[in-house]
């Protein structure tokens, strides 16, 4: 019994330190889209982030007022300019699409941070909107995804 504890934990541990890699952006898009600068008066500016330890093994859909993105891995990002107004962002979670509703004004960044949390059967994954201080300082550790 204790064996095939430990090997599940030892499974387990793999899935979720392991690393994973999608399609990158341009180097070049990417570091213009350091600098934070205000998208137009007309549009909203949205970053979904991935930059954490767990569950580096797994890639989730990611999904912007019902288009896909695309997969997230660690330490990549997403950045598209919509119109002001409501926004869903939508990650695939171990059941279904976990979604975060959130009304932006234009002129104005967004940051929003995918996260995995331990799941039943795999790894879920679920979105929070944080503050520009935290999504400016986790997007400068990320790199552009395609």
């Given at each position: 019994?204790?064996?095939?504890?430990l090997?599940?934990l030892?499974a387990?541990?793999?899935?979720?330190t392991?690393?994973?890699?999608?399609?990158?952006?341009?180097?070049?898009a990417?570091?213009?889209l350091?600098?934070?600068a205000?998208?137009?008066a007309?549009?909203?500016?949205?970053?979904i982030?991935?930059?954490s330890?767990?569950g580096?093994?797994?890639?989730?859909?990611?999904?912007l007022?019902?288009?896909?993105?695309?997969?997230?891995?660690?330490?990549?990002?997403f950045?598209?300019?919509v119109?002001?107004?409501?926004?869903?962002?939508?990650?695939?979670s171990?059941?279904?699409n976990?979604?975060?509703d959130?009304i932006?004004n234009?002129?104005?960044?967004y940051?929003?941070?995918?996260?995995?949390?331990?799941?039943v059967f795999?790894?879920g994954?679920n979105?929070?909107l944080?503050?520009?201080?935290?999504?400016?300082?986790?997007?400068?550790?990320?790199?552009?995804?395609?």
């Amino acid at each position: 019994m204790k064996k095939s504890l430990l090997a599940g934990l030892l499974a387990a541990s793999v899935l979720f330190t392991g690393c994973a890699s999608v399609p990158m952006g341009d180097p070049k898009a990417d570091a213009q889209l350091k600098t934070f600068a205000a998208p137009p008066a007309d549009k909203s500016g949205i970053y979904i982030y991935r930059n954490s330890f767990v569950g580096q093994a797994l890639k989730k859909d990611v999904y912007l007022n019902g288009e896909r993105l695309g997969e997230t891995a660690n330490k990549v990002y997403f950045y598209r300019q919509v119109a002001p107004g409501k926004q869903t962002v939508s990650t695939e979670s171990e059941f279904s699409n976990n979604d975060l509703d959130l009304i932006t004004n234009g002129g104005q960044n967004y940051f929003i941070e995918q996260y995995i949390r331990m799941g039943v059967f795999v790894g879920g994954a679920n979105v929070k909107l944080v503050s520009d201080e935290e999504g400016k300082k986790n997007v400068l550790e990320t790199k552009l995804a395609k």
